[in-house]
């Protein structure tokens, strides 16, 4: 078995909304085909982290980032980087599910087409493709010409992480992709994340301290902006080297 990679290295990374820096010399390492939880209480500084590893941040005025971010050891704030392409290899799957407003099978079809994929055969395999990863093609295979927005919240969610895979990409990142959903769509989708990290490495910002400890491989605990700590889960969550991160873990604040 060959050794895990480093999929992802961030390098003395600061972002400042104008005057107000949110994120301080942050170093992380993220591993090939693993689950890595962010983890810590609101405004902590996590989801803009989160979106700084696809440089979604950029949509934002007065963002000003330093630091390095690599992906696959190329650094993406370097001046020749295509966002687009950026994008297209690292997905984003957001808090509330947001379908377009077209067919299941439009939707999955939309990104293989905008990279200039046309034939009915091959978007054809690709939509069962996305859908069966995604744990939606059993319910969704005889209704694919209707419409996504009257699938439940939870197939919603899984139709958009569908939508992220139809276009190959290397790396998911989901922001809280189940504090909307119910218990049993919830517990899908946390399922799914364990599937899919066979084939893709995945950072998922959480509020849920059980998710986190189910789901994930390596924990990172995020306060004021700092990342206080980094480790292997059940480390994390059983003897934390930080006072501040036990403190968070127990309840104590957050």
């Not at 803009?48 to 979604?56: C, E, G, I, Q």
């Not at 946390?190 to 959480?206: M, R, S």
Request: hydrophobic letters at 35%.
């Amino acid at each position: 078995m060959k050794p895990v990679e480093d999929k992802i290295k961030v390098e003395k990374l600061n972002l400042f909304y104008g005057q107000n820096q949110a994120l301080f010399e942050t170093d992380l390492t993220v591993k090939s085909n693993s689950v890595t939880a962010l983890i810590g209480p609101s405004g902590c500084g996590k989801s803009t982290f989160l979106r700084t590893l696809n440089r979604m941040n950029d949509l934002i005025e007065g963002v000003k980032i330093t630091g390095n971010v690599f992906v696959d050891d190329k650094n993406i704030y370097s001046d020749d980087t295509d966002i687009v392409s950026l994008r297209k290899r690292v997905g984003m799957v957001f808090q509330r599910p947001n379908p377009f407003p077209m067919s299941i099978y439009d939707n999955i079809a939309y990104g293989p087409r905008i990279h200039g994929i046309k034939k009915k055969a091959v978007l054809d395999e690709i939509v069962e493709r996305s859908l069966v990863q995604a744990a939606l093609w059993d319910e969704v295979k005889d209704r694919l010409n209707k419409s996504a927005l009257g699938l439940s919240g939870g197939q919603q969610q899984r139709l958009c992480i569908a939508r992220l895979l139809a276009v190959e990409p290397d790396v998911l990142l989901m922001d809280e992709p189940t504090s909307a959903l119910d218990p049993i769509s919830t517990l899908k989708v946390e399922e799914l994340t364990q599937t899919l990290k066979e084939n893709y490495t995945i950072i998922i910002v959480t509020h849920n301290m059980q998710q986190a400890a189910r789901i994930s491989d390596v924990t990172a605990f995020f306060l004021n902006g700092y990342l206080i700590e980094t480790g292997e889960t059940d480390k994390i969550f059983t003897t934390p080297n930080d006072q501040r991160t036990e403190d968070y873990i127990t309840g104590r604040f957050g």
